[in-house]
Structures are given as C-alpha cells and as structure tokens.
C-alpha cells in the first residue's frame, strides 16, 4: 500500500528542486491560510451576515404590518426611516418584476433570499443587489399594492466579498513571492554546480567556477573545485611525462634505424628496420590513447563544415558523405574529427565504400557510419572498444594497429556527452552509430 502510494507521489511530484522546495514552503501556507478563511467564512462571516440580513428583513417586516393596519400615517413613518435609517420607502400599484435580479453565486444574495422566502413566502418578494451601487432593492408585494424599499447595502451585508478575498489571498500571494526569490537564489548555487560538474564530465576545463550560495553548497562547490583542479594536475603530468618518455625513447630508436643503414647485410637490416618502425608505431598509438583528454577547448563546431573538410582530407571517391542540414553543437573539433576519421579509415581499410549519413533529432546528432567489409561478429561488439584488443590477431600489425583505434573513439565521444553502439549495416558490413548531444 505504502509502496503504490510512494510511487504515485513520485510520479506527480515535480523532479527539479527548486519546486518540490516551493512546494514545502507555500503549501503549508496556502492550507494555513485555507484553514483560516473557512473558518472565518463559516463561523464568523456567514453568521454575522445571516444576523444582519435577518434584522434588516424584520424591519421591512415591522414596516409592511404598519402600513397596512395604520395607512394614515405613512408619510410620517416613511420620513422617520429616511432620517433614522437611510431609508427610501414608496407605495406603486405595478407587479413584482418577471425577471430575477438576484446573483446565483453572490453570498449576500443567497442570505437576503432564504430570509426573505421565509418570511414573506414564494413569489412575494423581488431584489436587486446590483442594480445601484450602494444601495439594494426591495419590492414586498401586499393584496393589492407593492412596498418598495430601497436600503444602504452595508445594512444588507457586513462587508464587500471582493475585500474579504483580497484580505484571504493577498498574504498568501505575498509570502510565495518572497519564497519564489529566496529559492531561486539558493538554487542558483547548485545549478551552476551541476553545470561545472558536467561541463568537466565531458572534458572541459572549469577555470570560471566561483563556489557562492549557502555554507553547505559553498563547501561542496569548493571541494569540487579542488578535485577538478587535482584531476586536471594528475592529466597535465602524466601527458608531460609521456612526451619525455616518447622523446626518450625516439632517440635511441633514431640512432639504431642510423646504425641499420650502415649494415652491409641487408635482408637482416631490413627486418631490424620493420621491427623497430613496429616499435615506433605502437609508441605512437599509446601515447595518442594516453593523450585524448588534451587541453583542447571546446567551441562550436559545424558538422557539416568538418564533414567537408575530412571528405578533402580522404579525397577518396569511395567514401559517400550526406550532411544536407547546418547542425551545430558544443564540441572539440580536433578530437571529434580524429575520431570520425578513424572510423571512417577503418572502414576503408576493411571494406570498399563507407556510407556517412547525418541525421538531426531533438536534441541530439545521429552520426551514422556503414561499410561494406567483413564486418565484426556480434559477440565481439563490446571487446573491440577495450585497450590493446585486436579481432583478428594473425592479421599484420602494419595494417590492424595494436588494438587502440576503437577504444580512442570510444573516449572521445564519452567525454562529449555522447554514446557509440555497433551493429550489422545494409552493406553486410559493419554500422558504426554515434549520438551526440547539441
């Protein structure tokens, strides 16, 4: 029971933080204030009015009675309420009005009919709240004559509607307000906090982020800071320690390809030669691996624009780009166009033709990238993105690498936010599908 009753308010409740604190602070206001105005209304407001519509009918009552035992003397009667009470008082032969004048929904209507219907019956009275401004009237109908009356609205109500709802709804709508701007800059903090914290997800380095906000969100917004700054620090010295292992090494490897040249055995130089360029190659591949997280900043790319400019660096009639629509987004344009060349270049390496086509969602780029190769079994999808994995370890080294290519990609597009998945293309090759966020 407990369980249903959780998920449903989970399912109603707003997710942002922000309203679900509104909803803390101005609820118990808003029942509050509810609370009190039905109280008020029905304890004090409705009796209070009830009395004075009940006096007041007494009156005409009191004044009907007079006027038919003692006839005589009306004029002395009429001009002693119009002095005493503010009251018009005439005499006319015509009928009760056919059409109502009463309110359906008016609180002061409601009390003046019940007591008017009880006391001078059905069809024996006729009113009009509305017809003057400060003043309600009142045809009583005799045996052959109607009273007219035609008193000061306060005498009919103890007080306007309109005021009571203002003085009810007004707090509540002034306290909100005030919670609404308190809220929305305690909140402020922690989205800013949650867009650093992305924005560093995917790579990019947060030197703009001040913490501020309450004790609580500053400290945490400082103690990112220092762990983003910590991250960054680890990543600078590591790609500065592999540039001086790959300088160290380059010259030893230099000096042998020198000393080889010199060998008068050629058939063993030229193996030396092919294993030490093996050596040299892989050197190169690990440290492009170890380096993707480069300082490169992020700015906007155009898509089509980069696609155009892979399509020249190929210059290959086999590979078929379709980039119709401008799609820009937030990305690093080296590391995102090295990634696209590699997939491309695999898929010329493997197959004949490589299909690109680009497709635009809502909120989200679909690159997808189809050749028709051998492709890769599907058992084997999730291995070909781990370090150092090759599919196919008889095949030369010269032309499937040491196993980084698809796990360099793979990085590249994570820390853009985005995600990659293999499947089978139309071609019976591999389908390369790419989702980026813009």
């Known amino acids: 029971m407990f369980s ?20 803390i602070v101005a609820a118990p206001t808003i029942i509050l204030q509810l609370i009190i ?42 001009d002693s309420y119009k002095n005493n009470f503010n009251f018009e008082i005439g005499v006319s032969k015509e009928n009760l009005p056919v059409t109502s004048g009463e309110r359906k929904f008016s609180p002061m209507d409601r009390s003046l009919r019940r007591e008017l219907k009880s006391t001078f019956g059905n069809n024996n009275y006729w009113f009009s709240t509305s017809k003057f401004k400060n003043a309600v009237e009142i045809k009583i109908k005799t045996e052959k004559e109607i009273i007219e009356f035609l008193v000061p609205k306060e005498m009919a109500a103890t007080s306007s509607v309109r005021l009571f709802v203002l003085w009810t709804t007004l707090p509540s709508v002034l306290l909100i307000v005030i919670a609404l701007i308190f809220l929305k800059n305690q909140t402020r903090p922690l989205v800013r906090l949650a867009k650093a914290a992305e924005r560093f997800g995917k790579g990019d380095y947060v030197n703009d982020f001040r913490p501020s906000g309450a004790q609580e969100i500053r400290k945490a917004a400082y103690e990112f800071d220092r ?14 320690m592999l540039s001086g292992i790959s300088h160290d090494l380059r010259t030893p490897l230099t000096r042998l390809k020198l000393q080889l040249a010199m060998i008068s055995q050629k058939d063993l130089s030229e193996k030396m030669s092919k294993d030490i360029d093996e050596m040299e190659r892989m050197l190169n591949d690990y440290l492009q691996f170890a380096k993707t997280q480069s300082q490169e900043m992020t700015k906007e790319v155009n898509l089509k624009n980069l696609f155009v400019e892979i399509n020249k660096d190929f210059n290959n009639k086999n590979l078929n780009i379709s980039c119709e629509e401008e799609i820009k987004l937030d990305a690093r344009p ?41 492709g890769i079994p599907e058992e084997q999808y999730k291995n070909v993105f ?42 019976d090759g591999l389908q390369v599908k790419i989702s980026l966020p813009f």
């Open 386 to 427: 781990k370090p150092f994995f090759r599919l196919d370890k008889s095949r030369s080294l010269n032309q499937s690498g040491i196993g980084l290519g698809l796990a360099i990609v793979e990085d590249i597009i994570n820390s853009h936010g985005g995600n990659i998945n293999l499947a089978k293309s139309k071609f």
């Open 37 to 78: 105005t039905i109280v008020f209304f029905d304890s004090i407001w409705i009796k209070a009015n009830k009395n004075v519509t009940r006096s007041l009918v007494a009156q005409l009552k009191a004044i009907q009675e007079v006027y038919q035992n003692d006839k005589s003397n009306l004029d002395f009667f009429t």
């Open 334 to 374: 080296l590391g995102l166009k090295r990634s696209l060349e590699n997939i491309i270049n695999n898929g010329l390496t493997y197959g004949k033709n490589v299909f690109v086509n680009v497709q635009k969602t809502t909120n989200r780029v679909l690159i997808i990238v189809e050749d028709d190769g051998p």
């Open 227 to 240: 762990m983003a700054k910590r991250i960054n620090r680890h990543l600078n010295q590591r790609s500065e």
């Open 4 to 23: 249903g009753l959780n998920k449903f308010l989970k399912v109603i409740l707003p997710k942002r933080l922000f309203y679900r604190a509104l909803i």
